[in-house]
């Protein structure tokens, strides 16, 4: 990856731009097979998943429509609360659909089980999970991901889409975010 400003407040890449852009190809593969002869819904959840899902949806030989949610989860800071506010919602009528959730991260998994709960009452035909990053405590909901890029360690990460102050989304791979950068706040 080429020196750019913003690294500096990275201890560590994790996942580099080429490693992402291939594992969303192999996932893309197995959701072509799964979705075999059906209209796909992509559904991303602003504004982490804009990266991977431009990336995902460009990969996948498939015809694909795509919404967009945006959620808060109240809490402060780097901690999810699982008291989630619909900030913007689909202008898709869910209603016998298959729907895929394009997530960017799973941390305590409380956002994405409350937004299954929530599309889950619209009835769509099929509802699955594609996640690009998934932390350790995810294993303690019960969250079936049915795509999933990596599991990364119990790290606060940036970039491809992530994160800090509305801050590195644009960063082209994921890492680490230095501890100078939240100890400041800047
Ligand atoms: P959860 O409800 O699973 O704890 O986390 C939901 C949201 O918190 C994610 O969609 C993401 O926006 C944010 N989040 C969780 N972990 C991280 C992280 O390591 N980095 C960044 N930038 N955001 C995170
Ligand atoms: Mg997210
Ligand atoms: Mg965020």
Redesign the pocket.
Known sequence: MEPRDIDGDLTEILIEEAEIRARLAEMSRQIEADYAGKDLLLVG?LK?AVMVMADLARELVHPVTMDWMAVS?YGSG???S?VVRILKDLDTDLHGRHVLIV??????????SWLMANLNSRGPASLEICALLR?P??ARVEIDVKYLGFDIPN????GYG???AEK?RNLRSVGVLAPHVYSTGE
């Open positions: 959840v982490g989860s780097t901690q999810s699982g997530e960017d991260i799973i941390d305590s998994g409380l956002t994405l932390k405590d995810a790290q606060f990460v940036v992530l994160d800090y590195y």
